[in-house]
């Protein structure tokens, strides 16, 4: 088991999983398409992490028929994808199938999450406000939490938005390439039908949840269309969001912005050991 990850990381191996999904292919092709397709203003800043994800590439074909075993797990992954709802954490039995049988995913995240887990959100506030990547943001960081204990959601979320695009554009897309060649690690053990640890299996569920949550949140926009359901980096900082903001939506965007962390300091692990 690799041990240079970050404690967030750390879970049991899981080795008796169920049949895939009918689109399992498609989706993991769908994983390492472009992730964004974003107004030209943020291309500079966003454009390494596109890169390098678009460097990697991983053999489709040979993993799509070994993947035979995971449908259960894929799609609570993928149901938390589509929920923007990025995701590190252990995957209890329990927690797959409060996922897969919601018939409003948002709502059981809701429950899970905010009606019964504050002290999960405190500890995750915490470890954001004292990561060092956010030291120069931490002012406004502190700002929009105070904004978010108020109910001021929507301003909470356009601060954190700002916060997050400061931190990409201090990244080169080194990081997001370790990542991904990771995961492409993972698939080929798949391949091979081996068996995979504790530590790859966090990295392939945070990959693929960060993927779809920040490729739906960067997705290109249309402002003379409706505005989508989900959060969109685009709608929100040009003021064409009227959307309410709530609590939940609050927690997907402090989610994304330490999925993004998480990959940072796997990167940074990767480096120290090269």
């Given at each position: ?56 590439k ?15 797990t ?29 018939t ?19 500890k ?21 939490i ?23 554009s ?105």
């Amino acid at each position: 088991m690799n041990n240079n990850l970050p404690d967030d990381l750390k879970m049991p191996d899981f080795e008796n999983l169920t049949a895939p999904i009918a689109e399992l292919k498609a989706r993991i092709s769908e994983l390492v398409s472009p992730m964004m397709n974003t107004l030209s203003h943020m291309e500079q800043i966003l454009s390494p992490l596109l890169e390098s994800m678009q460097s990697v590439k991983i053999d489709i074909d040979g993993i799509s028929t070994v993947l035979l075993n995971t449908s259960r797990t894929m799609g609570t992954i993928r149901r938390l994808g589509e929920a923007q709802f990025v995701y590190w954490d252990f995957f209890s039995d329990e927690f797959i199938k409060s996922i897969l049988d919601a018939t409003n995913v948002d709502a059981e995240l809701e429950n899970l999450y905010i009606s019964n887990n504050q002290e999960k959100i405190k500890k995750l506030l915490e470890k954001l406000e004292n990561h060092v990547a956010m030291t120069r943001h931490r002012s406004l960081f502190q700002q929009t939490i105070h904004s978010a204990q108020n109910g001021d959601f929507a301003l909470a979320i356009i601060g954190l938005i700002s916060i997050f695009d400061g931190l990409l554009s201090d990244v080169t897309g080194n990081n997001s390439t370790k990542l991904a060649a990771r995961s492409n690690v993972v698939f080929k053990k798949l391949e091979n039908d081996e068996t995979i640890d504790s530590d790859e299996f966090a990295i392939l569920i945070l990959m693929m949840t960060y993927e779809k949550s920040f490729g739906m949140f960067t997705a290109h926009s249309d402002f003379s269309q409706d505005e989508p359901e989900y959060l969109n980096r685009h709608w929100i900082m040009h003021g064409r969001s009227l959307r309410p903001k709530g609590s939940l939506d609050y927690l997907k965007i402090l989610h994304l912005i330490y999925g993004f962390l998480l990959i940072k300091d796997i990167g940074d692990k990767d480096k120290e050991n090269t």
